[in-house]
């Protein structure tokens, strides 16, 4: 398997790497869209971000990726239950960031009769998809915009019931799926549909670097990294385990995070400034905000992580407005300057 | 070896060393994007390729239909059935490891099929999830597309094109010009065993940055495919560091045909190459060159040097005409192209016989056959390690069809409609786009004005590139309906061909004032633009005019009639009600 580039070595694309950063200390901010232009890292930084993860516990033998600790199990194997009255057994596994490839059958990505214990043995079976190895961890869609659209209905229904029910060929079964969605994409081949786009919680817009030093930068360490990749990735490995660490603090520290009513109420009023619809918008925001101050090791969410958090959070979710040319990111910001000064 | 490369600017030479180029390093450089139409030239181009490359290595055709299963691999049918469990066919992509995959016809290749491409090329391999498969194989390719588009914006995919180190157009060159060089396989070989230990020195990297931004190009990938490329180039000519003239090579090759300005060389130091066909008089000078050194300085010059002497004569009129259409700085003309059949949507399977038109889903087909199988072979007299599918087994996909339809804007530009309605129409553009989007249409917005009607933005689905297209038309000059009408008439010729509904929206004020033939003079014009109403009325293409005159005109109506088209007189109107009142007509909802 081809190693990936290190995080820590992605030049540039702060808001893009923040992102990701948030999304994996609170999975409930539900998932990250990153959209720009052509060659800017973005499928890059999405595979570093997996090989710099910490572990988590899974029980032994489970494909549904079941956590030990969880009350009781609901996966199609009952794996809790098969082990009887003793302690649940688990083992530490890597958080699983599994690839959506654009022409994947619905067969794999639901997951379907397992055909060789079928032929063979004449078994019924069932044979996991992507959603079940997804479960805990992250699903990655490149070209996001460019997925089938029976595809797409099948993830939206699966992203806001957390739960993949699978009824063909004979096989009835339903397992845990929660997941954080990551779509990438250029928006010159496509756009995305609605209904996906809000399932996003944070959306980030890419550009490619125009300051000389950056690309020089960004193509000295590519070059690098193809030349000697163990090399490079050793020369960049303390940098990788330290932002481990951080993301493990934040992790842990996140249930600490005070959010008050004062911060509650500056996410409110931005989003009835902006006029976004539904709650989606204010609970995002608070949520990105609070993984924020996390990381950031600090005591409560204050102005300052939500005015970071602000045009990620909000700037998809904006009613769509042919007629004003201002993209939705200057809008967000020009709203948060507003209400930031008062 | 060296003579052929250095000063000589011939564009058959350059095509040589480019062939050269990706056999040293296949997925390195990328691979070529080559337009050219089929015949001598590019065939001797492509036996120049295939004699240069290590015979060892696979130089696999990819039909332009590809279809996902071959593509990326799945189920081996034959085998599957014999040894009674699935067994992987490897695709195209994984096939083709180490070596090349070649594509005619890249301009239509689908959206899908680019994707994979891409996939493979940035990350050398395939992932397969597909048939109740999941692998991973190598698939470390260079890709030779040839791009056998005619028009200007009948192109390869950006998405492709961007991750393909050398732009090849092949278009002017002569058979008489495509003599034999000296480049021989041996050269080659031996410059792959020694591209390893390449050394370049980071004033290279610096230098082909900095050529990169002078030059205007958006994606960094650019750089780094020139650096691969100068690094080939070294090993090419047997050295073992890169030096100033590889640099300067691959800026030629892989910088200057992406170029979307041209650079600012000061002239007073002379270019390598000394007949520099149009340096600008702007001594603007960049603002990004204080803290350099000396040294960098100099080899980013001739670098720029050598990209800008090779960037064709000619492209800053098209590029002055480029932005003209679109205000933006990395605009592709992709989507247009990428008219994918959309195979519909799978309705999932039923029982039934492949006939024709019913497309045998084979999973589908063994999946179901499984569980019999051991009951099966008990009835047989002798046991056989077969799978046994029987005529009931057999499932057939079904497809939910569902036509796109492709709305195309005729937008009248010219003097006689005031500007304000030219607004106007514009916002009733954008509302009636972000109305087609939501149901996933597409549009496709003509400008006409002067003599000329002219396709501003080709079928899109995406609202970005259509909104910031349609803030660049400018308005002004006569008013051309004929040739709008017959441009409109051919777009949706195209549309159709592709299978899919095209509905034309006129919208004008009917006040023809140039002819077909570009002269002025009222009768004539309105004579041509009744002939041509007449010609369009009589396709069946479904129309629309919008009468966008202060009174209604009599003109527009006639027009319509001719057309065979819905009218609709809106004098003062505003965007929101235009699209209202085309919405209304329920024309662009008619056929789905």
Redesign the interface.
Known sequence: MALAFPFSAIVGQDEMKLALLIAAVDPSVGGVLVFGDRGTGKSTAVRALAALLPVMKVVNGCRYNCDPNAPASQCAQDCTARQGDHAVKGHKAPVPVVDLPLGATEDRVVGALDLERALTQGEKAFEPGLLARAHRGFLYIDEVNLLEDHLVDLLLDVAASGENVVEREGVSIRHPARFVLIGSGNPEEGELRPQLLDRFGLSVEVKTPTDLKTRIEVVRRRDAFERDPEAFLEHWKRQDAKVRRKLEKAKDHLADVRVDDHALTRAAELCMALGTDGLRGELTLIRAARALASLEGAEAVEDAHLQRVAAPALRHRLRRNPLDDSGSTTRVERAVEELFAA | MNDDRAPQLSPWADACVAAALVAVDPHGVGGALVRALPGPVRDRWLDLLRSLLPPALPLRRLPAHVT?DR??GGLDLAATLQA???VAERGLLAEADGGIVLMAMAERAT??SI??LG?AL????V????????M?LLARIGVVAFDEGVADDERA???LA?RLGFHLDLHRITVRDAIDLELDPETVAMARERLREVT?A?DV??A???A??ALGI???????LA?RVARAAAALDGREAVEAADAALAARLVLAPRATQLPFVESDEPPADDDTPDDPPDDQEGE?QEAQPEEVQRLEDMVLAAAAAAIPEGLLAMLRLESLRRSGR???T??AF?ASKLRG??LGTRRGLPRAGARLNL??T???A??????RRQERPRPVQR?EVRQDDFRVTRFKQRTESTAIFAVDASGSSALHRLAEAK?AV??L??DC??R?DRVSVLAFRGALAELVLPPT?????A?RTL?GIPGGGGTPIATAIDTARDLADQVRRAGQTPVVVLLTDGRANVARDGTGGRAQAHADAMRSARSIGETGIMCLVIDTSAKPEPKARELADAMGAHYLALPRAD?AMLSAAVRSTGVLEGRR
Do not use: M, N, T
Not at chain 2, 122 to 125: C, M, Q, S, Y
Not at chain 2, 127 to 133: A, F, M, N, V
Not at chain 2, 461 to 465: F, Q, W
């Open positions: 996902d593509l990326l009674g469990r699935p959206p899908s994707a994979h996939a940035d990350r050398g391999e992932i397969l999830e597909r048939d109740g498969l999941a991973r995919a950006p998405a961007d370049l980071d990297i610096e082909l940055c900095g990169s931004l958006a994606s960094v990938r650019a750089a780094i650096l990004e990395s605009a592709g992709a989507g990428q949507r799978p999973v589908e063994l999946r179901a499984a569980p019999w199988q051991p009951l799978v916002g954008e509302l786009l972000a989007y939501v996933r689905r995406s609202l970005a590139r909104k803030g965007a």
